[in-house]
């Protein structure tokens, strides 16, 4: 009985380790099992990446005339269903010149998914973004930056590389000069910064977006693409 007893502890508690790793995994912005994952880019360049999750939404025409003010190309990573329902806007996007990214068509979680929805999810949207007009190749962005075995696997035979963020000053800050403050505390040669611009519907978000513009240019930083943000990679 005490044998069977300390059996069972053992294994709960080796499933519980189990449980932990895979959620640390799921969730890691820099460690995935297969393949490339982007979370910043080790360089002593200034240079950043500004990224835009989600959409296209209505909100493109705003978001486009901000980056251009600044002369700023940046990385949208747009939602497959999203760019059926907005083609427009999202060739607008496509056509200023800025880089886009496939962040799934359905954007659900793309974890305990089967390896043909994964497929699905991901083709879907690449046609959609090579239906716009945008004819470089596509970098990928999980929803929620979620993704274990299958996604990664996935990504990883097809070469394709997975880019995640390692600042996210929405997670943490609602009010625009506070996002502002994270970003300049935290921003580091090779930074990549997520931001949510296309579902807000005060211009608070835009507001963040501009302070950030402002301050990291301030600093002596360059905002660049992924695309060539990459190719700064072990530039040193
Ligand atoms: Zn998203």
New binding site residues.
């Given amino acids: 009985m005490k044998r069977k007893l300390a059996y069972s502890g053992m294994v709960i508690v080796l499933i519980f380790a189990l449980a932990f790793t895979a959620y640390k995994l799921m969730n890691a912005r820099n460690y995935q099992l297969f393949g490339n994952i982007t979370a910043h880019v080790e360089t002593n360049d200034k240079v950043v990446a500004l990224t835009f ?2 959409g296209p939404t209505k909100n493109t025409d705003a978001i486009l005339s901000l980056l251009d003010d600044y002369q700023v190309k940046a990385t949208f990573f747009l939602i497959g269903k999203d760019i059926e329902e907005q083609p427009g806007e999202a060739k607008k996007i496509a056509e200023a010149g800025h880089q886009i990214g496939n ?1 799934t068509y359905s ?1 659900k979680r793309m974890v305990l998914k089967s390896t043909a929805f994964i497929k699905n999810e991901i083709e879907k949207t690449d046609a959609l973004i090579a239906n716009i007009g945008y004819t470089k190749s596509v970098v990928v962005r999980p ?2 930056g979620k993704k274990l075995i299958g996604f990664p696997y996935y990504l990883n035979k097809h070469q394709r590389e997975t880019i995640t963020w390692n600042l996210e000053p929405d997670t943490y800050f609602t009010e625009a000069d506070e996002k502002v403050k994270y970003v300049q505390e935290n921003i580091q040669p090779g930074s990549i910064i997520l931001m949510h611009p296309m579902y807000d519907s005060t211009d608070n978000e835009l507001q963040a977006i501009e302070g950030i513009l402002q301050a990291v240019t301030k600093e002596g930083y360059t905002f660049v693409t992924i695309d060539e943000l990459l190719t700064f990679k072990n530039n040193q």
């Fill in positions: 999750d989600d962040h954007h929803p929620y």
